[in-house]
């Protein structure tokens, strides 16, 4: 099933200063984008499951909290966050 991804306004912003924070622009952008992709067919099945009907997924560098409404055939992304390396 095909999905229309749409994005919680406050999740776009996370995104927005994480893409000014990201110390590799282009790394988060690609990210971004396998994540619509990904999302964009059966979301419903992506990710892990959390609680009630939300589900998370990770593409490193980012990572994504959503809501599937297979009977309307959309996406909302609710949250977005920067994975950054751990340092040893």
Do not use: H
Not at 2 to 25: E, K, Q, S
Not at 32 to 58: C, H, K
């Amino acid at each position: 099933m095909r999905y229309r991804v749409t994005w919680d306004p406050d999740a776009f912003r996370a995104l927005v200063g994480i893409w000014t924070a990201a110390g590799n622009p282009a790394e988060a952008t690609e990210s971004f984008d396998q994540i619509e992709s990904i999302l964009s067919r059966d979301a419903d099945q992506q990710g892990e499951s959390r609680t009630q009907n939300l589900r998370i997924l990770i593409v490193p560098p980012l990572g994504v909290v959503f809501e599937a409404f297979p009977d309307s055939g959309e996406v909302i992304v609710v949250d977005a966050w920067l994975i950054r390396p751990k340092r040893i």
